[in-house]
């Protein structure tokens, strides 16, 4: 490979990292500065870095701004006042954090009239104690943190479990999945014990064969740790054939989740799945997206008759989103394999399934219809 295509590939990699936040917090921002309800967003960038690649490329802390300035002048092109958005940047060394404030007054990215701008140079674990902390205490305020650094010896899931608990707030970290898993073929380090230890008994942690079934295994292990109440996802980061890394997603509300299962699909628009540096090619068929899918989903239909609600939430949960499964639904319901009922009997109109946040969050609409496969 040529050493310029070796260098762009790189450079790539690192960037996809910050474009999957970009995409999921132009969505998450829209929803929460109209959901009528919040009056405050804080963002908190918790290994911020210095905010410039060394090609020019921008990194989180100004992904991060772009996206609220973009939100705060659609907002006020529209005539409308959202929440204030509270954007704090910390990192463990001064003078990137200072890069980040330079780079920021030259791009024009902040005013003071979005919110509040806070920079410090803590170390993480403090960061997280206070969060901990503040967060139980927030009215009407939500709040999203980004964990993005070099190891995961600093990672608890401990942490990650008690920064949700409060029920506001969101959280993408990406860990170094791939030195992690090879740490693991070559025997594995304290750390990664400990680290492992948190999530499950270390006695049952299966031997990985591969970076992926390493992701796999831990998305699983953070989803039975922290339970049916929250929702885990991952993207991967796929920089050569060989290397492969993972962004984690936590959120204690169905609506973020799917929202960063939007923001995945739009990057890997085939699986859904994650980057890969060969390129992500669309293809025209549909079927080949949902394949494994529409397995999933049948054996949950087959089981016994479901809601929309309940198909709603299988959907989310299963990494897919709901026109994948209005998408399947319709090309059972045409070949006769699915009956649709209504709640009380009512008629349903073809191709009416109501998998959707709008009916999920009322208790009646949840269960406007049921499914049954014939
Ligand atoms: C992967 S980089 C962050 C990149 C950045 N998010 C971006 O998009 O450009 C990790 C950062 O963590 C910082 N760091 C290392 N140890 C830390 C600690 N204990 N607490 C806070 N920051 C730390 C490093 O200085 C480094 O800038």
Not at 276 to 291: E, M, R, V, Y
Not at 329 to 341: D, E
Request: charged letters at 30%; hydrophobic letters at 35%; a positive charge.
């Amino acid at each position: 490979m040529p050493k310029q295509d070796v260098k762009r590939n790189l450079l790539e990699h690192s960037a996809v990292k910050v474009r999957l936040l970009g995409i999921y917090l132009k969505r998450y921002l829209n929803i929460i500065s109209n959901d009528g309800y919040t009056e405050k967003i804080w963002i908190h960038d918790l290994f911020c870095g210095e905010g410039i690649y060394e090609n020019g490329g921008e990194g989180s802390p100004l992904v991060i701004l772009r996206e609220v300035k973009d939100l705060h002048f659609t907002g006020v092109a529209r005539d409308k006042k959202g929440p204030l958005i509270d954007c704090h940047f910390n990192d463990l060394e001064g003078e990137k954090v200072k890069k980040v404030e330079a780079s920021i007054k030259v791009k024009s990215l902040y005013y003071p009239r979005f919110g509040g701008l806070r920079f410090t140079t803590n170390d993480y674990k403090q960061e997280v104690k206070e969060l901990i902390d503040t967060l139980p205490k927030l009215k009407k305020q939500k709040a999203f943190i980004f964990i993005d650094p070099y190891d995961y010896k600093s990672i608890k899931a401990n942490d990650i479990k008690d920064l949700l608990a409060s029920g506001k707030a969101e959280v993408l970290l990406f860990l170094p999945t791939q030195f992690m898993y090879r740490f693991h073929a070559n025997g594995t380090p304290e750390a990664l014990k400990d680290f492992i230890e948190e999530l499950t008994e270390y006695k049952n942690w299966r031997e990985n064969d591969s970076p992926w079934s390493f992701i796999d295994q831990l998305k699983e292990a953070f989803r039975a740790f922290l339970g049916s109440r929250f929702f885990v996802d991952t993207f991967t980061i796929q920089k050569d054939s060989n290397t492969v890394f993972c962004l984690f997603f936590f959120s204690s509300h169905i609506k973020g989740f799917e929202k960063m299962l939007e923001a995945k699909w739009e990057i890997d628009t085939e699986q859904g799945k994650g980057w890969h540096f060969s390129g992500n090619n669309p293809t025209l068929f549909f079927d080949q997206k949902t394949n494994g899918f529409q397995d999933m989903l049948k054996a949950f239909l087959t089981t016994k008759a479901r809601t929309n609600g309940e198909v709603y939430e299988f959907t989310l949960r299963s990494g897919f989103l709901p026109k994948h499964a209005n998408e399947i639904l319709h090309n059972w319901q045409q070949t006769g394999l699915l009956k649709v009922n209504g709640r009380n009997s009512e008629k349903v109109r073809k191709r009416s399934f109501y998998l959707g946040y709008q009916y999920y969050k009322d208790d009646n609409d949840k269960q406007k219809v049921s499914f049954k496969l014939n």
